[in-house]
């Protein structure tokens, strides 16, 4: 008799990529046999209900999440990072798939817009801690009711009906990061934001600000990796809502074009927070290669115009020195100027021209090391860009020619 040998990992991480059935079972029986009860939850049971991919899977667990996030590990050849704090976990597979597992949870908000204190409890309770109908969804993986879908506060009717619901009238005091997230969903999916939710939003958005600079930015990053259209509709209704007063001034006219044109979403981002008063970016915790591209991306107007006027790739080169590189990029990508041609070139091209004359050529030629070399060396760039010299050779005649002149 053949004997029944269970599939590799990689076989298991395939299934489980695809979200299958076969996959899915299987990890509601390993949770069985652990003596726990597993359910999908949240954005991964809307998207499956509205026949959309999803490439993470979101676990909720009715058990010990520890151990079965292990026995996980070991069936898939990989490693459970569990947080005990927050009873979470997970495990990341050959391509970059991520499994989320929390122990399902009751939540309560000590202060409105501080993060919840967080006990165990049943998958109904989970359910109700959540943020909109739509994402308040679980399907049981357990073997015996595998499929069932829970769904306690009419998430599928609002599916059905296009709406994005609140669960309760407190939802966008408790966290106000709930805002942006419902109006993202809304763009995302086309939704309607339901009417009693969108007073509560709007009631929400005119209350003084309780969320740190940190919350603030996760959901600006969280907007930036939406599909392009998405983001810049996100970005225009939310600051129409008031909901970016948190950023200062209002968002000029023609920023919405500007930001459409973006593709990356880190390159969005920095071009976005430019776009608003610097004071109020700067208490936003935004690593310094971000800020230094924003504060090329805020000369953008000067860049463009102090451009105009250069002339030689020399000159052109030595003005843009000045300035972050990705930060030109974006202003090459989203204005429509004549001087974006030399930006370009500059990226391209000019940037990357290097001299072979080094110090140590200057010193064997008996010239005292000083403020001196910079300029010579510079000289020589110059001359190089503006194709004076084009090799050794000829650096090295022409540094002869100007130390001979002096
Ligand atoms: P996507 O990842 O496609 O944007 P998602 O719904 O999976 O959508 P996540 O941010 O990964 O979004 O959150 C997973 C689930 O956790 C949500 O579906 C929701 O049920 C719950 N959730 C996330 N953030 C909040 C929040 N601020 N308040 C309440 N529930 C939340």
Not at 133 to 158: C, E, I, W, Y
């Amino acid at each position: 008799m053949k004997s029944k040998k269970s599939p590799a990992p990689q076989k298991r991480w395939a299934l489980l990529r695809r979200s299958t059935n076969t996959g899915l079972r299987w990890l509601g029986e390993i949770a069985a046999q652990e003596g726990a009860k597993l359910y999908l939850v949240g954005g991964v049971v809307r998207d499956r209900l509205l026949g959309k991919k999803t490439l993470d899977i979101d676990l909720a667990c009715e058990g010990n999440v520890q151990r079965l996030g292990e026995r996980l590990a070991k069936e898939l050849g990989t490693r459970f990072l569990y947080y005990p704090p927050f009873k979470t976990g997970t495990l990341q597979g050959p391509k970059g798939e991520r499994i989320d597992i929390a122990r399902t949870r009751k939540e309560g908000y000590p202060k409105p817009g501080e993060l919840p204190k967080v006990e165990p409890a049943s998958i109904t309770d989970d359910l109700h801690r959540r943020d909109f109908t739509v994402n308040a969804m679980a399907q049981s993986l357990h073997p015996s009711d595998f499929g069932n879908l829970l769904d306690p506060l009419k998430g599928q009717r609002d599916l059905k009906k296009r709406l994005i619901r609140v669960l309760h009238d407190k939802s966008f005091t408790d966290d106000p990061t709930r805002i942006f997230r419902a109006v993202r969903y809304a763009e995302r999916f086309s939704f309607r934001i339901e009417p009693h939710t969108l007073v509560l939003l709007k009631k929400a958005v005119k209350r003084t600000p309780v969320l740190s600079g940190e919350r603030h930015l996760y959901e600006l990053r969280c907007i930036a990796q939406e599909p392009k259209e998405v983001r810049v509709r996100t970005i225009k209704r939310l600051e129409s809502l008031g909901a970016l007063a948190f950023l200062g001034k209002p968002l000029a006219p023609l920023s919405p074009t500007r930001l459409g044109r973006i593709k990356e979403s880190c390159e969005f981002l920095c071009l976005l927070l430019s776009l608003f008063d610097e004071t109020h970016v700067k208490k936003l915790p935004v690593k310094k290669a971000c800020l230094e591209t924003t504060s090329t991306l805020r000369e953008a107007r000067k860049i463009l115009s102090s451009l105009a006027r250069l002339r030689t790739p020399s000159q052109i080169t030595f003005y843009l020195n000045n300035y972050d590189q990705r930060g030109l990029g974006i202003i090459a990508e989203t204005t429509r100027a004549k001087s974006c041609d030399k930006i370009a070139r500059y990226l391209e091209d000019y940037s990357n021209v290097k001299i072979s004359t080094t110090g140590d050529d200057l010193k064997r030629l008996g010239i005292q090391p000083g403020p001196r070399y910079k300029e010579l060396l510079d000289n020589l760039l110059a001359s190089k860009l503006d194709a004076r010299v084009r090799n050794k050779r000829e650096e090295q005649a022409l540094l002869g020619h100007w130390l001979r002149e002096k």
